[in-house]
C-alpha cells in the first residue's frame, strides 16, 4: 500500500472517539507496520511529565528495554531538544545512537507539537539499509500533526 494511500485510514483512527487515545495511537503504530514493508519497529515517545526525558507510549514490534531516555542522548533524545526530524540512513555510523535489535540498519524520528511545543514523536526502526525518502517524512509530519490534534 502506498503512503498516500494510509492517509485516509489514519485520519479514521484519529477520529475513533469510542477507544482511547493510547488505543489510537497502537492502531496507528499497528497500520504502519503492517503495511509498509521498511517500517519494523513503529512506536511512540513523549515527554515524562516535568522531566526531561522521554517515557515509551504505545508501540509496535520487539520489546526494548529503553522505556525512558533521557533528553539528548540517542536518536529519540537529540530530536527531543533539536525539534528537527532526524533521518538516520544508517544507524552504524551514529555516535549518539541507542541500539534496541541488532537487526536495525536505520531509523526515523519526527517530532510531534501541541502549540508549538515538542512534546512527543514518533520513531520508526528499519531493518532495510538507507530506506527512509522525502516522502517518508512527509507522510510521517502528516501522521504527527493529526496525532497531535488528540493530545492537545
Ligand atoms: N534507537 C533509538 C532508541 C529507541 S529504539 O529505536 C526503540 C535512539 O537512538 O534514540
Known amino acids: 500500500m502506498t503512503l498516500a494511500a494510509l492517509k485516509p485510514q489514519?485520519?479514521?483512527?484519529?477520529?475513533?472517539?469510542?477507544i482511547s487515545i493510547d488505543e489510537r495511537l497502537l492502531a496507528i503504530c499497528n497500520l504502519l507496520e503492517e503495511?509498509?514493508?521498511?517500517?519494523?519497529?513503529?512506536?511512540?515517545?513523549?515527554?515524562?511529565?516535568?522531566?526531561?526525558?522521554?517515557?515509551?507510549?504505545?508501540?509496535?514490534?520487539?520489546?526494548?528495554?529503553?522505556t525512558?531516555?533521557?533528553f539528548g542522548k540517542g536518536i529519540c533524545g537529540q530530536v527531543a531538544v533539536s525539534n528537527q526530524n532526524f533521518v538516520?540512513?544508517?544507524?552504524?555510523?551514529?555516535?549518539?545512537?541507542?541500539?534496541?535489535s541488532i537487526?536495525?540498519?536505520?531509523?526515523?524520528?519526527?517530532?510531534?507539537?501541541?502549540?508549538g511545543k515538542n512534546i512527543g514523536q514518533i520513531d520508526?526502526?528499519?531493518?532495510?539499509?538507507?530506506p527512509f525518502t522525502e516522502e517518508d517524512e512527509r507522510f510521517l509530519e502528516f501522521v504527527c500533526s493529526h496525532v497531535s490534534?488528540?493530545?492537545s
Do not use: M
Not at 489514519?10 to 469510542?18: A, C, L, T, Y
Not at 537487526?103 to 502549540?115: G, L, Q
Open 103 to 115: 537487526t536495525v540498519k536505520a531509523e526515523i524520528v519526527i517530532p510531534i507539537f501541541v502549540n
Open 68 to 70: 525512558i531516555i533521557p
Open 88 to 100: 538516520v540512513p544508517d544507524v552504524a555510523a551514529q555516535d549518539n545512537y541507542i541500539a534496541c
Open 35 to 66: 503495511n509498509v514493508p521498511h517500517y519494523n519497529w513503529v512506536g511512540f515517545y513523549f515527554k515524562n511529565g516535568d522531566k526531561n526525558e522521554l517515557k515509551l507510549g504505545p508501540y509496535v514490534g520487539e520489546p526494548t528495554d529503553h
Open 124 to 130: 520508526i526502526d528499519s531493518n532495510t539499509p538507507d
Open 10 to 18: 489514519v485520519e479514521d483512527i484519529i477520529k475513533r472517539n469510542s
Open 149 to 151: 490534534t488528540i493530545l
